[in-house]
């Protein structure tokens, strides 16, 4: 095969994720125009009604984007007490020890887990522990859907963080012991200075996959399409309303939940991009 | 100059923190015990050659099955048979498409245009899956009029996509640059060194990036809950609507009645993810050495 | 061998990686106070091994065990806190080891910093300026203390860093062969100065240059295959080497 052939058939081939973004940005620009065109921008942005009584049609995201928010903070907000400390164990700890990799090895299966195997456990594990301790009285609430995803995020954040931790080089820490202080001191006055951009963006990165999770979500926030009053109170994500309703809506309806797609994926995009410039900056 | 802790103090502290961090360490390591534990317990149970040979019951026969005591008849066969029809028209086209793909971008990679596609990539990848069947059902699933396995299988492909770009690319880049200099030195050209030098090079890492990518596509739901939608007998046609196995746990799940199925489907769905996963680790270890 | 004012002593020192290999054998020596003693030997021989020893580096690593003694002013370190040992034993790397996200001047106090000692402003300001002038920094870097510390060329990172562990005012100085990724000029500075500094330290160097034992140190040590094979005044062992290995080695008959 000539070489210039197969550099053209290269080339055609990497066309096609820009086609394929490109392709994404632009239907959902088109299908989710009605909505905007029809409510506003900034209004359906703002808006918190969600009616789609024939007649009375009213949709906004404010309810959704604000679920969306709370459950991705909460989520990591649960997930740093377990991520940080795995991360420790594997990069420092026990780095390079057996007991670091098995634990790694069970830490990244958590990330093979299918997310409607994930709803599932929350929905009929978790959920009856949340309605016994009566925090709320269904169970299902903006709470149980940010603990599960809490877990779910937790090997993102953690493998990442390690990876950081671990590439402080050897002398560097070394010449820290040497001058007489205990392993936490060390690790928290030189480590986590010197990887904590790292260790940050990492987070960023969880941050990214949780704002995204759907069928998770879907199962046990609840799926009341207002304003969450509180964190045990039930709501709906972005991902959920979607995921709930798109099978059923058409028109107006239809092209609303496209338009929530659309900001959904720009603020991932927005913060994925982020969360690898940092790691890029990051490097030591 | 006084030490504000003395060494028993900081001594204390660090012993604490050490023991914080592994028992927290431990404490992450119980969710996917729970969660596997959970899922085997309830599932095994329901295992037979039926339930992998028989697709899901119609509404009537639960009914009637639920009317006279009797378990839910009927399996998943549908299911997995729809799940290997989308994999595998998915991964004929995403499995040579993302490796020539990630192969231009190693490449090529201080132009800025591989530069562009591997941002875009990663951009890809970052995108909720939920979107992607919405893109799907925009862009096949209005066009054709119906909802259909064809439509499954390109949303689980543009899934795929990224997953084998990076793998490809990642591993393409740390192979020994002597490599490429050796061939070239050999008169090879640039078509000749990547077909025959660099790319089976890196075969290993290329497998056990598409066998992630597998696993990662095998359980997503909500691409498919718009685009593959279900369908409750066994069928093989592209153009129809066709079931899967993480949309057959959906319908278990929204079904009161069907409920008993809903753990046997998780735990073969589990297994099967788990397992590709698993080997997948240990390949790379091997091939590491 | 004459008789010595003592401040280190090895008494049948061995370390071992595993049971089978022992990368240091029965090293029994004294190290005398206020001088430069120089360890030299092919690589592999042991003799970075048995100065982090003396650091409890070795302490770090699940794998390795020190057997024997290792007396400071008497007391058997092996059996100390690493911290109190460290504290007053400091040791300097092979590669300037500066902590990049610490200023020259946050790098001086590291030690203080990480061992959670409180200094007042004055306090502070006194030490960076002592050391730095110890180290014959102070002229080249006082306009530029926060700064950060890998800024610095590489020999002055190296001063740097025997700066920071100067800070301490240790006994001991262990240096893990500090000059080997320097330039000649930077090394002859170096050389220059930790004669300056035996006044106030005992210096405990590794070297395979044995160049730089002849020119800085009183007495030398010489490794081979984990064991002392020689162990004299520096003069004494290069005029008139006792082992027949010492010889081959001085002669360059030997990596």
Not at chain 3, 8 to 27: D, G, H, P, R
Not at chain 3, 233 to 251: C, G, I, Q, V, W
Request: hydrophobic residues 45%; proline residues 4%; positive net charge.
């Amino acid at each position: 095969m000539g070489d210039k052939i197969f550099k053209i058939i290269l080339f055609i081939t990497a066309l096609i994720i820009p086609l394929i973004c490109g392709g994404i940005v632009y239907a959902l620009v088109t299908d989710a125009y009605q909505a905007f065109d029809y409510f506003g921008f900034f209004n359906f942005l703002t808006s918190t009604d969600w009616n789609y009584t024939e007649g009375q049609e009213q949709y906004g995201a404010m309810p959704f984007i604000i679920g969306t928010l709370m459950t991705t903070f909460l989520a990591l907000l649960f997930c740093i007490p377990f991520s940080l400390p795995v991360a420790l164990f594997c990069g420092e700890y026990f780095k390079g020890r057996k007991i670091a990799s098995i634990l790694s090895t069970v830490v990244d299966l958590l990330a093979g887990i299918p997310s409607i195997i994930y709803g599932l456990w929350g929905f009929f594990s978790l959920r009856p522990l949340i309605i016994s301790l009566n925090i709320s009285p269904q169970g299902s609430s903006i709470l149980t859907a940010s603990l599960v995803l809490a877990i779910m995020i937790v090997p993102y954040a953690a493998s990442l963080s390690s990876e950081f931790i671990k590439m402080i080089p050897d002398d560097i820490k070394e010449s820290a012991y040497s001058l007489g202080a205990t392993r936490w001191e060390i690790i928290h006055k030189l480590f986590f200075p010197i990887a904590g951009s790292g260790i940050f963006s990492s987070y960023i990165l969880a941050i990214g996959r949780a704002l995204g999770e759907t069928m998770t979500v879907t199962m046990l926030i609840g799926n009341t399409n207002a304003i969450p009053t509180s964190i045990t109170s039930t709501g709906n994500s972005m991902a959920s309303i979607i995921a709930n309703q798109f099978g059923e809506a058409d028109g107006l309806r239809l092209s609303s939940l496209i338009a929530i797609a659309l900001i959904l994926f720009l603020i991932t995009a927005i913060i994925n991009m982020i969360g690898k410039i940092m790691i890029k900056h990051s490097r030591i | 100059m006084k030490s504000n802790l003395n060494i028993k103090q900081r001594f204390f502290k660090d012993r604490s923190i050490f023991v914080i961090v592994c028992v927290f360490s431990l404490l992450s390591s119980i969710p996917l015990i729970a969660i596997l534990g959970e899922v085997f317990v309830k599932g095994i149970s329901q295992f037979s050659l039926s339930f992998f040979t028989l697709p899901t019951p119609t509404a009537y026969k639960v009914l009637k099955a639920v009317e006279q005591g009797l378990p839910i008849p009927g399996g998943i066969a549908n299911g997995i048979i729809g799940s290997m029809i989308m994999l595998l028209i998915a991964s004929a086209v995403a499995i040579p498409l993302g490796i020539l793909c990630g192969a231009y971008i190693a490449d090529n990679s201080k132009q800025r245009f591989a530069k562009f596609v591997s941002y875009l990539t990663d951009l890809l990848q970052g995108t909720p899956s939920v979107i992607i069947g919405i893109i799907t059902y925009i862009w096949i699933v209005i066009p054709m009029k119906t909802y259909s396995a064809l439509a499954g299988s390109i949303a689980l492909c543009i899934m795929m996509l990224p997953l084998i770009i990076r793998s490809t690319e990642e591993t393409l880049r740390i192979l020994p640059s002597s490599l490429k200099e050796a061939g070239l030195a050999l008169g090879a050209n640039k078509a000749k060194l990547m077909l025959k030098v660099q790319l089976p090079s890196a075969f290993g890492g290329i497998f056990t990036g598409i066998l992630l990518a597998i696993s990662r596509v095998i359980g997503e739901t909500a691409p498919l809950m718009f685009t593959a939608l279900g369908c409750s007998f066994i069928r093989l046609s592209l153009d129809k609507p066709i079931s899967a196995v993480p949309l057959l746990i959906w319908e278990f799940f929204n079904d009161p009645y069907q409920q008993e199925l809903i753990w046997g489907a998780s735990l073969f769905l589990l297994t099967f993810v788990l397992t590709l996963n698993l080997l997948s680790k240990y390949l790379t270890r091997k091939w590491k050495k | 061998m004459e008789k010595i004012n003592t401040i280190l002593e090895f008494n049948k020192t061995c370390v071992s990686y595993t049971q089978q290999t022992m990368a240091v054998k029965y090293v029994t020596a004294q190290i005398e106070k206020n001088s430069i003693t120089s360890i030299m030997g092919p690589s592999g021989c042991g003799k970075s091994t048995l100065l982090r020893a003396v650091n409890l580096m070795h302490k770090l690593y699940p794998n390795i065990r020190v057997e024997g003694e290792i007396l400071l002013n008497g007391e058997n370190i092996l059996s100390m806190n690493p911290i109190e040992v460290r504290r007053n034993i400091g040791m300097v790397f092979q590669r300037p080891t500066p902590f990049p996200t610490m200023s020259i001047k946050e790098n001086i106090l590291s030690g203080f910093t990480l061992n959670s000692i409180r200094l007042d402003k004055y306090q502070k300001e006194e030490i960076v300026e002592q050391t730095l002038k110890s180290v014959s920094l102070w002229e080249e870097v006082k306009d530029v203390l926060n700064k950060k510390g890998t800024f610095l060329s590489g020999g002055q990172q190296q001063r740097l860093c025997i700066a920071r562990a100067l800070a301490l005012k240790p006994q001991i100085l262990l240096m893990d062969e500090p000059t080997s990724a320097l330039d000649p000029i930077a090394t002859k500075h170096i050389e220059d100065l930790l004669i300056e500094l035996q006044k106030d330290v005992t210096i405990l160097i590794v070297t395979h240059n044995m160049g730089q034992a002849k020119r800085i140190s009183k007495h030398s040590m010489f490794m081979y295959l984990g064991e002392m094979v020689e162990y004299d005044l520096t003069e004494n062992m290069f005029t008139n080497p006792k082992d027949e290995r010492t010889k081959a080695y001085l002669t360059g008959q030997m990596g």
